[in-house]
Nanobody
Framework: VQLVESGGGLVQPGGSLRLSCAAS????????MGWYRQAPGKERELVAV???????NYVDSVKGRFTVSRDNAKNTVYMQMNSLKPEDTAVYYC??????????????WGQGTLVTVSS
């Protein structure tokens, strides 16, 4: 399974960005797909993930500002980030948890995309 991320960049405080992550390869079922982030000097943290059942989970600091969504037909997850703050600056990593057609359970990480919030 391969993940291709896009959408990072530089944005001013209060601005918006949309991240995309497309999964391809030997995919039978996606259990969970979403986003983590790692800021300089900090540990990687969950930002927003969506499960196959439709439930979502957000870190408290982004609730009301970020929205995660999935296009199951395209095996793609999106994250709309609004009202961005300087503390949102981090490398954002796409996360995939699912099963292949041969039954293997996989966890895969994207290469990361940098989001910088600065004036």
């Amino acid at each position: 399974v391969q993940l291709v991320e896009s959408g990072g960049g530089l944005v001013q405080p209060g601005g918006s960005l949309r991240l995309s992550c497309a999964a391809s390869g030997n995919i039978f079922r996606i259990n969970t797909m979403g986003w983590y982030r790692q800021a300089p000097g900090k540990e990687r943290e969950l930002v927003a993930v969506g499960s196959s059942g439709g439930s979502t989970n957000y870190v408290d600091s982004v609730k009301g500002r970020f929205t995660v969504s999935r296009d199951n037909a395209k095996n793609t997850v999106y994250m709309q980030m609004n009202s961005l703050k300087p503390e949102d600056t981090a490398v954002y990593y796409c996360y995939f948890n699912g099963r292949t057609w041969t039954g293997a359970l996989l966890e895969v990480w994207g290469q990361g995309t940098l989001v910088t919030v600065s004036s």
